[in-house]
């Protein structure tokens, strides 16, 4: 059985900074994608970092320079600075179900229940 569990967040000052983790279960990802989505309440989900199999790291252009992913493992983190208002969301861990693609749909990745991210100017 494959599990996903993030930890991390909670209320942040603007301008501050904190850091999601993500464990996965259930099976070997080194040969997957693993990403970080949000979604903030009445906005679409929003893929902010995405972590290939072959170690490239890409963003969002809305969190590009102030975000960092990194990856150890089965545990994927996500550091996070310059934190504003807009960053507030429900962040998710997301691990592909098939091996060297990265794709953004619910049947494509095994999900974490998510863990809030709440910034407060």
């Known amino acids: 059985q494959v599990t996903v569990v993030e930890s991390g967040g909670g209320s942040v000052q603007a301008g501050g900074s904190t850091r999601l983790s993500c464990v996965v279960s259930?099976?070997?990802?080194?040969?997957?994608?693993m990403s970080w989505f949000r979604q903030a309440p009445g906005t679409e989900r929003e893929r902010v970092a995405r972590f290939d199999w072959d170690g490239v790291t890409t963003y969002a252009e809305s969190v590009k320079g102030r975000f960092t992913a990194s990856r150890d493992k089965n545990t994927l983190y996500l550091q996070m600075d310059s934190l504003n208002s807009g960053d507030t969301a429900m962040y998710y861990c997301?691990?592909?179900?098939?091996?060297?693609?990265?794709?953004?749909?619910?049947?494509?990745?095994?999900w974490g229940q998510g863990t809030q991210v709440t910034v407060s100017s």
């Open positions: 259930g099976y070997d990802t080194s040969s997957y994608c």
């Open positions: 997301a691990a592909g179900r098939t091996r060297h693609v990265c794709r953004k749909k619910d049947d494509d990745n095994y």
